[in-house]
C-alpha cells in the first residue's frame, strides 16, 4: 500500500465511510516508526463500512459460553441467569481475563455486536443496569477468581458468584 492509498484510507475511516474492528491481542510501544506491527501485535480489519465483519476464534467462544449461561438452570430447575445485573460478573470476567473494554459503554456494544445482550426482559443488557450492579455488591471489585469469599454474604453476591463461576469453567479460565 503506497502512501496516497494509506491516507485515503485513513480519511474514509475518520469520515466514517469504512468500519475498522479489532483486538488488541499484545501491545508494544514503538516510536518514531511505520509499518511495523509485528505477529501478535495489533489486529485489524478493515471491512469497508459493512457491519458483519467476521468474528474471532474467542468471541465465537465467549459467545458459545454466554449462549449456554443464558439458557442454563440450577439444580432446582431455576435459570442461573436471573437479572440484568447479573452481566455484572459476566462484564468482570470477560473484562479481566479476556482483553473486553474496560469502559462499560464499549462492552455492552461488544456484547450486542456478538447478538448475545440477554434481549429477554428480565435479562436484558443495559448500560445502566451494568452502572448499578457493583452498587449492590460493593466487594465485587476484585478479581471474580477471589469472589469464593463473597459468595455467602447475601443473595446478590451469590447470583454475581454462580454467573462468574459457570463463565470462567466454560472458557477453561478455571478447573
Not at 479489532?22 to 478493515?46: R, S
Not at 478479581?143 to 472458557?171: C, G, I
Request: hydrophobic share 40%; with cysteine; glycine share 8%.
Amino acid at each position: 500500500m503506497n502512501i496516497e492509498e494509506l491516507q485515503r484510507t485513513l480519511e474514509a475511516i475518520a469520515k466514517g465511510g469504512i468500519s475498522v474492528a479489532g483486538d488488541l491481542v499484545m501491545e508494544k510501544h514503538v516510536e518514531y516508526e511505520v509499518n511495523n506491527v509485528e505477529a501478535g501485535g495489533i489486529g485489524i480489519q478493515i471491512t469497508g463500512g459493512r457491519d458483519d465483519a467476521p468474528m474471532t476464534a474467542a468471541d465465537k467462544d465467549i459467545r458459545g459460553a454466554l449462549e449456554e449461561l443464558l439458557r442454563a438452570r440450577d439444580e432446582k430447575g431455576e435459570r442461573v441467569f436471573r437479572n440484568k445485573k447479573q452481566w455484572w460478573a459476566v462484564y468482570r470476567v470477560l473484562q479481566t481475563f479476556c482483553n473486553y473494554p474496560t469502559k462499560m459503554t464499549s462492552f455492552v456494544v461488544k456484547v450486542k455486536d456478538l447478538g448475545l445482550d440477554g434481549a429477554e426482559g428480565a435479562t436484558a443488557l443495559t448500560y445502566d443496569s451494568l452502572q448499578a450492579a457493583p452498587k449492590e455488591v460493593p466487594l465485587m471489585t476484585c478479581s471474580p477468581a477471589a469472589w469464593d469469599s463473597l459468595k455467602d454474604k447475601s443473595e446478590n453476591y451469590r447470583q454475581q458468584y454462580v454467573v462468574a463461576e459457570f463463565l470462567m469453567l466454560k472458557l477453561g479460565i478455571k478447573s
